[in-house]
């Protein structure tokens, strides 16, 4: 179903008119490539049965036979999706009709494009194709075209984000003046730095990593006869004779197993990472290009960008880890299946992401700079309420518990014992807030487990959205919630004092703070139209 709130458009593919323009495949190199990976993905059974299989049952070798299916399922589903798919682009539509089973028609109206990026896996590279990504806005790709030509890649998203339909004959023109303009329209603005590395390895998920990195390296050992676990056991109690030890030691090879996974994914994502500016025909585009054997470019207009936003996890501020994203119009703010296009860097130190948000934002203002206005110490009062809440019930649901026997009697007293952590908390919480006006940009800051930083354009507001409960009317507090049309479409400045807000409403939408204000009988007498 079609509506305006929804870009594209599924539904049965219709037989495309014969005097419109026609349908095109994608490259026929893709069935090449999926056919040279259906034979590499026998190899392991094949090795496995021919080298390292006398006198063991074909049960044993079921990793190696699961990895073989799996790999020929995938490959053969690839080259059946190449044979039913046609996509063609006309001057008012993209469109795409595909599928095994049910045959599936989707379409993006040209003005609904944002962004056209393209990404290429090491079999694309290797065989000069790449993936080109279509997308309207949404945290899904409006549509995905893998894969096509690199020179074609280059010259659809050069003439879609244009404007014109591209035609066959100017494809290699476009990819070739590209490649001569590039390198003089460009401006470095930041490159990954080896340091980083250690930004993205400490990671509440390592040990995580680590475990099953250390289970699969005991599953694939155990198809050729060799023992992992046991022998390393062997090394920990002869080097650890008392079991805390032991288990501290199995922690750190975990541990180290975690770190050097992660590391090299941080290598293999962010290879070569260069943020640049990019002089184009309709203005200028913020561009990352990245990857080692999978690479990707995504192009974001600096016309759609709106502000930025700076995101700091709880337990690594000491280090100063911070997460770089730009608030924009048309680029997913969030994404399920990969990194999300408005992250402009990868995770690093927070004087670089402050030193890319001064060139990035248009403008002299520096609002990063600028001293925020703290918050009331009834803000503070709340959050401590809040804390003794907890505690209080927490403590009062295991006294509960206990007395029925379901847990030991004393647990309820452990909330009670950890009250000064929800108390550190709160006060954490309050030192957070902040919100400030530095000329065009309104900043926000709010947060506990990640403390957040939003930096708005006071153009790009829409309205604003006042909450108050009990507690807060009681205390004499007001949240604010700004609305806009771009990044996660709303960010927040909690509990101010009203005149607080009333200065920041002021500054961010003099307008409609003026039209609240008019007494009731002039908003009567005007008419509809004034």
Known sequence: MTTAEAPEHTAPAPEPPGDEVPWQRLNGRL???????????????????????????????WPAITATTIGMVISALDVLRWLRTRYRVTDELVEIHTGRILRVYRQVPRERIRTVDHKARLRHRMAGLRVVVISSGRS?????????????AEALRRELLRGAAPDAAGEAEAAAKAGQESAAEETVLSRARWFWIFYNVINIWGMLVGGLLLWSLDSLLDLVNLDLIGPLDRLIDHLAPSRPAAWALWAGVVAVLGFCALASGFVKDNWHFRLVRRTTEDGTALVTRQGLLSTREVHRDDRRLRGIHL???????WIGLTETSVISTGLAAWSLTSEPAAVILPRGPAAEARRVAGLVLPGPERPLEAPLRRHPLTALVRRLLWAAVCCAASAGLLAWLGATGVVP????????????LPVLLAVVAYRTLGHTCAGRYLVMRHGVSRRETAVLRRDAVLGLKLRQSLVQRWLGLVSVGVPTAAGHRFYHAPDMTV????????????????????PAGERNSAGPGQ
């Open 31 to 61: 069935v090449w490539v999926n056919l040279a990976r259906l034979v590499l993905s026998t190899l392991p059974t094949v090795l496995s049965m021919v080298f390292f299989g006398t006198g063991r049952q074909l049960s044993d070798l």
């Open 140 to 152: 899904r790709p409006a549509l995905r075209l893998d894969a096509v030509s690199k020179d074609k």
């Open 311 to 317: 995101s700091q996890p709880l337990f690594w501020r």
């Open 409 to 420: 009697g004393w647990l309820w007293t452990v909330p009670l014992w950890g009250a000064p």
């Open 499 to 518: 005149e607080q807000f009333l200065t920041f409403a002021g500054e961010a939408a003099p307008e409609l703070l003026a039209e609240i204000l008019r």
